[in-house]
């Protein structure tokens, strides 16, 4: 992993805020904690104490960290269900055209009909949010 180190080391030295970056070792185990590993796990892959981790958690630059990278994890999940969306309409389609099965073509109706609605309330709720947003600034 030298080379994973050094890229590291190059990015804490470029970022202004350089004295408030986290060491390699704790951005790894933030990474760890993310991907659900267990903390005894951790404290063995990158070779500190579970005591530490406990210590670096209490640290508001590793819950930054933290919640950052769970960000990015939904970012990521939610991409690739929405290339996967694609398939899933498609596949309800040719359920909704299924002769044999009424019950089948009926549940990818309401299914439909239900997320249809569901995408069109959260638009709405995203223009609300940014009406109410800017009329607070207007204050």
């Known amino acids: 992993m030298p080379s994973l180190r ?3 080391r190059k990015y804490l030295e470029s970022s202004p805020n350089y004295k408030f970056m986290l ?3 704790m951005e ?3 990474y760890y904690i993310v991907s659900g590993l267990s ?4 404290a063995a892959k990158v070779g500190i104490s ?10 508001p630059e590793m819950q930054s960290r933290i ?3 769970r960000r990015i994890t939904i970012e990521h999940s939610t991409n690739d ?8 309409v498609a596949t309800l389609e040719k359920l909704l055209d299924c002769e044999s099965s009424p019950s089948s073509r009926c549940r990818a109706a309401s299914i439909i009909l239900t997320k249809t609605t569901e995408s069109l309330e959260y638009e709405y709720e995203s223009r609300l949010k940014a009406i109410e947003q800017k009329f607070n600034e207007e204050k």
């Open 6 to 8: 050094r890229y590291f």
């Open 23 to 25: 060491s390699f070792k």
């Open 28 to 30: 790894k185990t933030a």
């Open 39 to 42: 903390f005894v796990d951790i």
């Open 50 to 59: 579970s005591r530490s981790i406990f210590r670096w958690l209490k640290l």
């Open 67 to 69: 919640r950052e990278l």
């Open 81 to 88: 269900l929405l290339r996967l969306n694609k398939k899933a």
